[in-house]
């Protein structure tokens, strides 16, 4: 029985053309003991993919993690199998604000020792003990709070594009490195501040409230289902956007536009930009903000060496890339010394601090 993808990227994107079906982009979480991830695993990718399913999904011991694309008319019966998985029957779907049939390529179900990257070891704190939930209306009331401070979990990367109004923006590459950085810096504000906290879909403030929590913090609030959530329920609700910009994801959009303020710049000339890139030299491959002009000028690339590379034959490109492997020290986010117009966020906690 196929337990893996045997199509590549470009047989799938022709299948999803030719089938001119829309597909929904989902997200959806939830932490729960699992006896055996290797298990859930199988069960999910053999039971997704005759659903035609697609995305990213990572199974562990403590739950689950889901970025995925369905076909719109599998919609119901996707459902219908979530809610036979008793720990998942009901679980919040986050629904994507902008769909792009082509979000996702492959059926990617991994077991993973967690469903985030926190490096935090969970024996240690009452990871059950989190923060409370609040929804859009209740959000955008606490964050006006002068008692409030208002903590982005995600990465530089993400922040950089888009983030809530007066948010400080820890300039972290990693969750885990925001984690010790913020409560350093709110150590005096433990008792006397509302911590409110926020990120994509409301994962990693589960684990982060928890944490901050059992650091000592009193008043702990995380954003109900992030930003992703917040959107669907201010556009219900008729309620004031407090989001500027775009919300980053992580599949092929790259991003939902939430308001249409341009906070960012191109990486490499400094005129008002948030569209990221991918360097078109796999070698290289950095994730950088890149505008219109810069992309035609550079050829996708992010410096003129790598332009020169993906001008050199194929298999020439195939040496330069031999015993680099696909790791964190080569493929990077946002961040090189070539790139002139990264914006420096160190400094984010000095205001709090006078």
Known sequence: M??????????????????GKDRLTISFYKYAKIGNPELLRNHLFINWNELDVLGRIYVAHEGINAQ?????????????????????????????VEHDNFAFLKLKV????????????????????????????????LIED??????????????????????????VDTFRES?????????????????VMYC????????????????????????????INYVRQIEDKGLENKFIGKNFVFDQRRSERISEDVIANCHQCGEPADLHTNCANEACHLLFIQCDSCKEKMDNCCST??????????????????????????????????????????????????
């Open 2 to 19: 196929q337990l893996y993808n045997n199509l590549s990227n470009e047989e799938r994107a022709a299948l999803i053309e030719q089938a």
């Open 146 to 171: 002068p008692d409030t401070v208002l903590v982005d979990m995600r990465n530089h990367y993400e922040s950089e594009i888009g983030h809530f109004k007066n948010a400080i923006t820890p300039d």
């Open 305 to 354: 060496n790598c332009q020169e590379i993906i001008k050199l034959p194929y298999e020439e490109q195939k040496e330069l890339r031999k015993g680099q492997g696909n790791s964190n020290d080569i493929f990077k986010k946002g961040r090189a010394d070539h790139l002139p117009y990264k914006k420096d966020l160190r400094n984010i906690f000095e205001t709090l601090k006078k």
């Open 68 to 96: 995925l694309s369905v076909p719109a008319d599998n919609f119901e019966a996707f459902k219908k199998h979530l809610d036979s998985i008793t720990f998942l029957e009901n679980v919040r779907l986050n629904i994507a």
């Open 200 to 227: 994509t879909g409301g994962i990693r403030c589960e684990k982060a409230s928890a944490y901050y929590k059992h650091k000592g913090f009193k008043n702990v609030f995380q954003l109900e289902g992030g930003i």
């Open 110 to 141: 991994k077991v993973r020792n967690k469903i985030v990257a926190d490096g935090l070891n969970d024996d240690t704190f009452d990871v059950t003990n989190k923060g409370v939930h609040v929804d859009a209306e209740k959000f955008n009331e």
């Open 179 to 195: 984690l010790d950085l913020i409560e350093e810096d709110l150590r005096e504000h433990k008792e006397d501040k509302k911590l």
